[in-house]
């Protein structure tokens, strides 16, 4: 204690050095004057007297600078010093410090979003006790990325496997609810065994969590609310526990509201009991999702040796299941829930930052290089006045790191803004909802330590650099030349070229990039979008058990939706372009397979004969699907083009047989249906395939599903087409509700909106290392020129002409960028071969992208170049001859 | 060696002023070194002034206060006195002396023809 307000009060001490000084001298003096009195107290004459106090006293000077250091902190007193001086000169070289702070704050900026995307993404995880504990078991399946678990591989995971404290699980549904208050609803909800949050080590806000055994059969039935239920249904009311709601037809009690945020696992807003009793006891129908804590001391890697080994156990002893699944898998929460092209995406962002700053930090090194040729006097001054060159070096470093700290601050308040609306734009796309992007303590830890590092690496070469003259010559020279020797150019060269060769590599990346996402976010429906609009629902299997009930209710609806005033029409869909597709094996009549041999795969849509004709697609052969279509007897299909151009090259495939494969539930491969015609290519399947993969069109009535679409083309508003389609369906069943209502052309902005935004981004930070390249050349570039304007002079007096002047210079200029693209081309190529196998859809030779880069990098180059070549051109030799 | 010394100066020097303080009351810079000197019979003679250099950081460590008054007199001088971080101090580091001071004394009567 006494030690941390010794402390303390030496830092405060600092900062009123000279009126403690001056106290402490008064201090003294009082002393000797008592001293002075006593002496001649005892007799000594008064003169004699004073010196003899003073000599007792010791040497004033040396006793306050004692006392001084005694009192303070002499080590942070020279480190402030050296501060105070730092800001005074920045503050006094205003242009010079400005650009450094603005290229630093661009920077560190962009590198902080960078940051903060794979923060959020990789690193910062989810809001749990200790979440890096919980891991999601799975199938690692033949095809895919994961499969979920059935209930006999969710007991075997559990019974058999040591590393995992407890295992829970959850199954996904949306879950219709209603009440008699408000109107129906449609929820994003989850099945979970009873030690789902205790898992999670998740808290409710109000009521409790599930109890022990409420999710076996016979239980009363409970649920549990996320906090935006809470919020939007019951208005936050807190005496919503032990209310009652009906789940899917079936009251329900309100135990439990969960707190704002908190959706695992899959934007879930109601937990239900998941009742593994009621759940197929087989192999092949796998709907959960499987969850637990690692024990202490156990690694991911042992876990997964040791779930695999399971698996491969139950895959032995069942080997009808080896043609879905390989092994098992366990994956971090992450890695669970991020998927597609995003992690890829979001490295490649970090890496796009990592050399905006690298650039960013050549460029300041240039500028400082250019004005450590005005400091050579000061620091050969030093240098004799008995600096160490540690010392000098220390001085030089503390002004970068002080240029890196302001540039760190500025480029934080930009990130801030830049992440808000980053963050904004993503969770408009439909991101997890655990996937928020904000700034938090890692990340400003981290631009604390990126500010340290740029500072010292951009300061350090140009700091060894002036610290290296001998101060002999330098004051000899009168200060001019001085630090700006050949060396300090060949420096400042090599930093340039290596700022534009970076340049070259980002902008071509961006490009590339950029080009791609456009082209995603541009690729055409195929099909008129304006006027379409969808709506979802979902029959719950409580009142509509069977296909036939389905049938019977859409057959019902439809004729009901076309009749409303304004519709032209309506169809019936599983699937919505561009989304929702579910993917069969499929094989062809009289096509030689072998036997082992998985077949290959199409997407599968079921819809109405009026498909094709609500959304506008033309068919291109034979004919459309009819009303008989999917009757008995008559299984006919209709294929899309790009199906017919992969798998019936050359052939006519109308008349032809398809049939899909079995699953693993099913006993043999499905019936044969015959192909009656091809649909024009239109976007249909995932966003990233649009075009690219193969449809099968089956008739609706053949199995009308559970979770089906209306489409409707209309000139109305969406919001009455909504209204009237809400009041067909409730005229027939009053708790049913429709949600999912966008027009279509919303699904596919959507859909497409991240390719925008990552689009957006790249050409953000192409900009920004532009605008540090242009700045980086015309620093060293006026560097060059003040430095040899004597030697322009000369050149000028014996005869050389403005353009021989302007010449010397611009030639440096474009040897500079002919260097950089020498060297910065052929890495742009190999960069672009390993973006392609990440992620890119354009070629990576492509020559627009080419093309543009070399225009527009020679053009922000040279003309960055043109002012101090003008000013090279224009030096008055009689001024520059007697310029001291 | 010259830095073991002057610790060993330090550490004493710090009670020793602890303890005028606390059984003088308030005084200034040249009454307390002109105390230590006459306790300590003259054996200590050292600059004067450096008596500050033990006071500011005592100061600092806030077991002792100081402020400007009045001498007997009637010059200006600063004042010191102990205050109650300071009393706890002195108790602790005399206990502490005490025992140390009761170590060596038995190590210094061991005989060693025995």
Known sequence: MARLTHLLSRIAALFRRAADDDDFARELESHVEMLTADNIARGMPPVEARRAARVRVGAPSSLVMQHRDARTLPALGNLLQDLRF?????????????????????????????????????????????????????????????????????????????????????????????????????????????????????????????????????????????????RNRFDRDPSVIGRTLRIDGRAATIVGVMPDGMKFPDDSELWVPLVQAELPRVRNTRSLSVFGRLNPGVTREQAAAEIDGIAQRVIAANPDIANSVM????????????????????????????????????????????????????????????????????????????????????????????????????????????????????????????????????????????????????????????????????????????????????????????????????????????????????????????????????????????????????????AVPPLDHEEWRFEIDGRRYEDDRPRPFTSTVLATPNYFDVLGVRIVR????????????????????????????????????????ARDDEPAPRSWRTIVGVAAPFSQGSTDEAFRSPVVFIPFREAPSRTTSIIVRSALPPSSVMSGVRAAVQSLDADQPVFAIETLADVFAEERS?????????????????????????????YAVAQRTQEIGVRMAVGAGRWDVAWLFLKRGLAQIAIALAIGLPAALALGSVLQLQLVEVEPADPVTFIAIVVVLAAVALSACLAPVRKAARVDPVIALRAD | MGETKSDILQGTLDLMVLKTLDAMGPMHGYGIARRIEQISEEALQVNQGTIYLCLIRLVQKGWIDASWGTSENNRKAKFYAISKAGRKQLAAETRNWERVAGVIGRVLQLDPKK
Request: include cysteine.
């Open chain 1, 622 to 661: 034979g004919r459309a699907l009819n009303d008989q279509d999917g009757a008995a007897g008559a299984d006919n299909v209709v294929i899309s083009q790009v199906m017919a151009d992969r798998f019936f090259r050359g052939e006519d495939p109308i008349g032809r047989q398809i049939r899909f494969m």
């Open chain 1, 86 to 230: 730092a800001g005074r000169l920045l503050a006094r070289d205003k242009w010079f410090s400005a650009a450094a702070v603005i290229a630093l704050a661009l920077g560190i900026g962009a590198n902080t979003l960078g940051f903060t995307i794979i923060n959020a993404a990789f690193i910062r995880g989810f809001a749990f006790e200790a979440a890096e504990e919980i891991h999601a078991v799975s199938w690692r399946p033949t095809r895919g990325r994961r499969l979920a678990s059935g209930v006999l591989d969710f007991e075997d995971w559990q019974t058999q496997s040591r590393s995992f404290a407890s295992l829970a699980a959850s199954s996904r549904h949306a879950i219709n609810i209603s009440d008699d208050v408000a109107t129906p609803q449609q929820t994003q909800g989850a099945s979970i065994t009873a030690n789902f949050f205790d898992v999670l080590r998740q808290r409710t806000l109000l009521g409790r969590a599930l109890a022990a055994g409420e999710d076996r059969p016979g239980a009363d039935p409970v649920v549990i609310i996320g906090y935006d239920l809470w």
């Open chain 1, 754 to 782: 991240i390719y925008r935004i990552f689009a957006t981004l790249f050409a953000v930070l192409a900009s920004i290392g532009i605008v540090l390249s242009a700045v980086g050349v015309y620093g060293v570039m006026a």
């Open chain 1, 327 to 574: 092994g098992g898998q366990v994956e971090t929460l992450q890695s669970r829930f991020l998927n597609g092209n995003a992690p890829r995406m979001f490295v490649v962002v970090m890496g796009a930052v990592m050399f905006v700053l690298l650039i960013a930090c050549a460029n300041v090194a240039t500028l400082l290089l250019s004005r450590a040729m005005y400091r050579g006097r000061e620091v050969a001054v030093r240098y004799s006045l008995g600096a160490t060159r540690w010392r000098v070096v220390r001085q030089l470093l503390i002004e970068s790191v002080t240029l890196s700290v302001a540039g760190g601050l500025l480029g934080l308040a930009l990130a801030t803004a830049g992440v808000r609306v980053f963050d904004s734009a993503v969770q408009a796309t439909g991101a997890p909802y655990w996937l928020r992007f904000t700034i938090d303590y890692r990340v400003v830890l981290y631009v604390a330590v990126i500010c340290i590092a740029t500072g010292v690496l951009f300061g350090l070469a140009p700091a060894l650099q002036v610290s290296r003259q001998s101060p002999h010559e330098t004051l000899k020279e009168s200060g001019r030349g001085t630090a700006g020797n050949r060396r300090g150019g060949r420096l400042g060269n090599t930093l340039v070229i290596a700022e534009l060769a970076l340049t070259i590599l980002l902008l071509f990346g961006a490009g590339l990039m950029l080009r791609s996402f456009m082209s995603l976010y541009a690729s055409p429906a195929g099909f008129e979008l304006t006027g379409l609009t969808r709506m979802r629902m979902q029959l719950p299997p409580s009142n509509y058990p069977t296909p036939e009930a389905r049938g019977r209710f859409f057959a019902q609806l439809l004729p009901k939706v076309q009749g409303i005033a304004g519709i032209r029409d309506a169809a019936l869909s599983t």
